[in-house]
């Protein structure tokens, strides 16, 4: 998490709130019988995507208190946050994994929420990185940002940004924001499912990182930019690529994000962040204004871990390449 998020947050200035300490031990889990009262009898924060379920136990002059579960199944940790001393002390059940995620989620949460506040955007996109250079890979779900961020990093050796999620900050500089990566399985184990549908491989951060036997690429300035769309007079296995002038409307799908920008807000102050989910400042101009883009049209999008994408798209990635 510091290897991706402390570069960008070091050369954009003073962020809001920057001087806060996040302290995590182990304990005993609380009282079940507390626990089951608390869940009960108070209204309960829950995140998007079956994240944290959050009820606060107790606030007031500056303190909270409340508890969780990372996970419906997993066990209750307890958040406790003194804004006078600045600090968030997390206590979570020992031995239980699952709860492990609550201090990686925090770290997300306090880099997030004053980020977004910094004039920064959170855009739903894929994106690697071409000779220190980022190409944002942009689509509706399902549409083939995963497919094509991976494929640069198995076939062009470009280094992994983000699978699903980035944020793009002042100068267009690209954060890409850990997420889980899913991947069609033939990409992963060279054959395709049967059946209805494409099956899919889930992987954590670490072990895509793994997989791709390297680390992930730290902040770099964006470069270009590819959307994929359905083609009707398209040929399935030959894609073609059409040059783009204006990305407005893409843009507008990319950032139409609440959930996402929900699940990364500091909602109840946990980490001393700014409360409100919503972008950062009122767009007053493109925000991919004047960048190198292209759109790569496919006539079946069941074929594009297969299709030869990277010849349609050598003119725009070219300059990249020899830069």
């Known amino acids: 998490m510091t290897s991706v998020m402390v570069p960008p947050c070091e050369t954009a200035g003073h962020l809001p709130g920057a001087d806060w300490t996040v302290m995590v031990e182990e304990a005993d889990e609380p009282d079940p019988d507390e626990v089951d009262a608390v869940f009960s009898d108070r209204p309960v924060v829950v995140l998007p995507y079956g994240g944290p379920q959050l009820a606060v136990v107790a606030a007031g002059d500056g303190t909270l208190r409340a508890m969780g579960h990372y996970r419906p199944e997993a066990a209750t940790a307890l958040i406790e946050v003194d804004a006078t001393g600045r600090t968030t002390r997390v206590v979570l059940p020992a031995g239980d994994e699952m709860s492990i995620r609550w201090a990686d989620w925090l770290v997300r949460v306090f880099f997030a929420s004053r980020m977004l506040v910094s004039g920064w955007h959170m855009l739903h996109a894929s994106a690697v990185a071409v000779n220190g250079s980022a190409v944002l890979f942009l689509a509706e779900q399902g549409g083939g940002k995963s497919t094509l961020a991976h494929r640069a990093c198995t076939e062009l050796g470009a280094a992994f940004l983000a699978d699903d999620l980035v944020l793009l900050g002042p100068g267009r500089t690209v954060v890409g924001w850990p997420t889980r990566v899913s991947l069609p399985e033939e990409l992963v184990t060279g054959t395709a499912g049967t059946g209805v549908g494409r099956r899919r491989i889930m992987f954590s951060p670490a072990d895509y990182r793994a997989l791709l036997n390297g680390e992930r690429s730290s902040p770099v300035p964006l470069g270009a930019v590819v959307t994929v769309a359905p083609g009707v007079d398209a ?78 798209l050598s003119e725009l990635l070219a300059p990249l390449a020899a830069s």
């Open 235 to 312: 040929d399935a296995y030959a894609p073609a690529v059409e040059r783009v002038n204006s990305l407005r409307h893409e843009e507008a799908v990319a950032l139409d994000i609440p959930a996402q920008r929900l699940h990364t807000s500091d909602l109840l102050g946990l980490t001393g962040g700014p409360r409100p989910a919503g972008r950062s400042v009122t767009l007053t101009r493109e925000l991919l204004g004047g960048v190198p883009a292209a759109c790569l049209r496919i006539g079946d999008l069941r074929t594009l871990p297969h299709v030869p994408v990277w010849e349609a």
